[in-house]
């Protein structure tokens, strides 16, 4: 899965452009469909839902067969079978979120909050099959926990398929700038 | 705390209680610091991590920043990160390959990779100069004593003291287990390093990798969590990976653990026996014997699976699980800092599917987004701040203290949740702190 969407992410498909001939369901005033607008506001609902701790909604962003995956290293080109910081399916997902959210998860009784904030946003590839999506897109997220503030920022590709229900993440890469080095502290969530 | 002798020392320490000083002073830690970190054997990295002549690390080697390096006679040298001229430090990276010579940024002074200077520029300048040619003052200095064992590289900074096989003792076969469990003898790094800096002293980990106690508490919530999972997996028909299992045995009820015996050595090193089960038998486990018996024989591959290690704690600073294939190195950085680096490895001729069961530990367990040392790093910056209050004077290690067995210096807890591990490392603390 991780090996398609490099293969994808280095073959746009050029044809497509901005534009897809998929119905639309963002409008705008011409009454064309904005894939560049409806996947911002995508990008921007789940950054929202991490710091607003909505970790179920996060996760049912992801298609059912959908994975969550932060390398060791940004020159990596598979999820599979190398180390990785996060590579999580709905599964490993769901174990993470019940884990948060346990009344003995000690780790979890500090304050803690995250601000994300995503730009940059670039459509690098439509499927004109399927209407999926290959996005690039920068994030940078503040995090206070117990009275220290760290910084992580990099980019986000996301390979999101296009249901009558809107996008879902097949596959969600994130490359931190500062991943590789030393960790204050865990990364309790999904970045 | 001064530094006059180890009078003042020997009151902090008891047999069954320790003062909380030694965790919080930081006259104590650099008294640590030169008599048992700049005295024991300490792990530097894999020699796979250096595989061609000129590939190099960095490391901090006690607090040293110094080179591991392959020489071109494929030789592995321990020198300091440093310029014998005016003192820069040669390599600025954590890994790479320097070609025949280390060239300083500076001046150009260049070395060869077994730290013996190649050539200054300009020599003529030292002419009639105090700096002769013959001078070992124009090499980079080496660790005092450079060991290996089966490819694990060690480094002592002191000229004197026990060999690196006197030292591991016992607690070698946190090397031979993981290799052995390798069809060809031998392992090989994964380049993959992670690291986290702790807020807290380095003995509040060490002290925790064998506490048999904590696991059931700590991480409740990610025993319960895994298992809910492992549970819904189950309930549609599936399987739920290994690595469920890896955090779902955290559930293991609170009296249970006491059946996990440890094993507690000379130099403070210690074994936790196994509580995983790792031997399942899916078809990958079984592919896997398989290639063993081919390499080992039945009767020796019984042998070598028959070994159930958990943990093996190599006293001052390293925690390895052999049958996981991880380490973790311990590095001092201050009284209440200490950096820990994690490293995991691949079986040579082993299966994939072998490798692929040590890298979900690692990515699940020890990598940055971890959900189980998560809670033990809040539970160390917790100690670490309860201890550096004035709110009590002692750390208490009275758990089945006085009810161990000990034979030959070997003590077995007879208890898995006897604190006698922790009793054990303060008695390597106290032979190193007063010179033994």
Redesign the interface.
Known sequence: MAKTAKKKAAQPQRAAGRKASTPARAVVANGTYDAQREVEQFLYRQAELLDDKRWGDFIDLFAADGCYWMPASPDQTTADGTPAIFYEDRNLMNVRMKRIMHPHAWSQSPMWGTSHLVSNVTIEAVDPRTGGLAVRSRFHMMEFRRDVVRHFAGVYRHQLDKTSDGFRIKLQRVDVVNGEGPYDYVLLAWV | MTREGFGDLARLVEFDRVHRSVYVDPAIFEREMETIFDHAWIYVGHESQVKRPGDYCTVLVARQPMIMVRHSDGRVHVLYNRCAHRGAMLCGNLRGNTGEAFSCSYHSWRYHTDGSLESIPLPKGYEGTRLSPKSPERNLKRAARVGSYRGFVFASLAADGPSLPEFLGEARIAFDDMCDRAPEGEVEV?P?C????Q?SNWKIFMENQLDALHPAV?H???G???A??EH??ARRGGT?PLD?HY?SAFTTPLPKWDQVQTVNYPNGHSVLQGYMGLRPRDPDTLAYEAVLRKHYGAKRTEEILGVNIHHVLLYPGLSVQPALQQLRAVRPLAVDRT?TEIW?FRLKGAP?AI??RA?GY???IN?????V???D???FWRCHQGLASDGGAWVSFHRRAGQDDEQDGVVGSRWGTSEAPMRNQFRAWTQYMSGE
């Open positions: 994964v993959t992670f690291r986290f800096v807020h700590t409740e919530s990610s319960r969590a895994a809910d999972v819904d997996i739920a469920y955090l950096l995991h994939e490798y692929r890298l690692y990515n699940l990598s940055p987004s971890t959900i040392n998560a809670d790093l809040e539970n």
